[in-house]
């Protein structure tokens, strides 16, 4: 469904509950995985309006992202645990505990690494709940605005302009990250 005048068309038709079901659609693409979530985001923006498509496709993009993470956090820990304990990967957990807030915004500041992925990959690390949720909020503000805000209408140079800055300020943290470890 990457016609985005379908897109819009159908979540326009739940009349009052489109905000909802925008929402649980982008959870439904985070866990199967089979819609983008970038014409979801546009189609927010064209039913909505921009400044409500934004939260909506925000919150949208948080629910799913946080579904992702329990998903892998829970049905996968166990297997993630064992493979840890067999292969003596301890001090790799203890330097996520310590760095989750620095990690996860990290991951997310790189917008051109697939959202969801991401999130089932932090959900199997030893990233807290807590440091997931306050660090997505924040770094999934990129991705967004890119996707959402901008959408179709960014030129090659604009997106690639775009993806450069977000990659200095990845490296920015990952630079602070590093000299903080002393690796």
Not at 54 to 60: C, R
Request: glycine share 6%.
């Amino acid at each position: 469904m990457d016609n985005i005048y379908a897109m819009n068309g159908y979540i326009a038709s739940f009349d009052s509950t489109s905000y909802l079901m925008s929402t649980l659609l982008m959870v439904f693409q985070a866990v199967i995985a089979l819609l983008s979530s970038t014409t979801i985001m546009q189609a927010n923006n064209d039913v909505f309006g921009m400044a409500v498509g934004v939260v909506v496709s925000w919150i949208g993009l948080l629910a799913g992202s946080t579904v992702c993470f329990l998903l892998a956090k829970f049905l996968l820990g166990y297997f993630v645990k064992f493979i840890i304990k067999k292969f003596k990967l301890e001090k790799i957990g203890d330097f996520v505990i310590k760095n989750g807030d620095s990690i996860v915004l990290l991951s997310r500041m790189l917008i051109f690494l697939p959202f969801d992925v991401i999130s089932y990959i932090l959900g199997l690390s030893n990233v807290s709940f807590k440091s997931y949720i306050r660090s997505t909020t924040l770094g999934c503000i990129p991705y967004l605005a890119m996707h959402s805000y901008f959408g179709v209408n960014l030129t090659v140079s604009i997106k690639y302009s775009i993806y450069g800055v977000c990659i200095l300020i990845a490296l920015s943290i990952l630079i602070l990250l590093l000299k903080k470890v002393r690796i």
